[in-house]
T-cell receptor, first 113, second 111 residues
Framework: NAGVTQTPKFQVLKTGQSMTLQCAQDMNHEYMSWYRQDPGMGLRLIHYSVGAGITDQGEVPNGYNVSRSTTEDFPLRLLSAAPSQTSVYFC????????????FGEGSWLTVV | QQPVQSPQAVILREGEDAVINCSSSKALYSVHWYRQKHGEAPVFLMILLKGGEQKGHDKISASFNEKKQQSSLYLTASQLSYSGTYFCGTVGEGGSEKLVFGKGTKLTVNP
């Protein structure tokens, strides 16, 4: 059981470039989300989805786009990367229900130069 | 809105106890506690649901006071393996599904 899989694990981008962080889960979870983690800031919610075709903004959505065409996949797109987007990104998922455990991927380390 | 955690950092000697607090300005449905080691993903510890439930796991337990929108994580007889950053996450009562986390509490356990 792979759980939540994120790719790539490490990426260096130049300012202005675009890229997509991939997230896939094989647990048939309805809820998926993206967080970014910066020193001293904790885990901040970027976007989340409660099912295929449904997405919503979190605390820090600017500069990021998401879509949810299937239950399994929830990619995060950076359209024009900025140095302020240098961070560690975590994808997470849980079965439907606000009282259920959330499972994290291993993280993606992104550096924008 | 991020829940507020306190303290920001704690340093213990092995065998000592610690309490980490988490508070929210909003009515809560559930509180989630995670521990993260450096360079790794957060690891689930426990969930507390609306109802004032107290849960335990070995020497780590937690309480949830829904009237005060507060939760506390209790670590007793700390071990070296308890070192890491602890995060509380909250889901609000209002129907939103989103889980938001606090800034974390860094716990260091020394021999």
């Amino acid at each position: 059981n792979a759980g939540v899989t994120q790719t790539p694990k490490f990426q260096v981008l130049k300012t202005g470039q675009s890229m997509t962080l991939q997230c896939a889960q094989d647990m048939n979870h309805e809820y998926m989300s993206w967080y970014r983690q910066d020193p001293g800031m904790g885990l901040r919610l970027i976007h989340y989805s409660v099912g295929a075709g449904i997405t919503d903004q979190g605390e820090v959505p600017n500069g990021y786009n998401v879509s949810r065409s299937t239950t399994e996949d929830f990619p995060l797109r950076l359209l024009s990367a900025a140095p302020s987007q240098t961070s560690v990104y975590f994808c997470a998922s849980r079965a439907g229900g606000r009282g259920n455990t959330i499972y994290f991927g291993e993280g993606s380390w992104l550096t924008v130069v | 809105q991020q829940p507020v955690q306190s303290p920001q950092a704690v340093i213990l000697r092995e065998g000592e106890d610690a309490v980490i607090n988490c508070s929210s300005s909003k009515a809560l449905y559930s509180v989630h506690w995670y521990r993260q080691k450096h360079g790794e993903a957060p690891v689930f510890l426990m969930i507390l649901l609306k109802g004032g439930e107290q849960k335990g796991h070995d020497k780590i337990s937690a309480s949830f006071n829904e009237k005060k929108q507060q939760s506390s994580l209790y670590l007793t007889a700390s071990q070296l393996s308890y070192s890491g950053t602890y995060f509380c996450g909250t889901v609000g009562e209002g129907g939103s599904e989103k889980l938001v986390f606090g800034k974390g509490t860094k716990l260091t356990v020394n021999p």
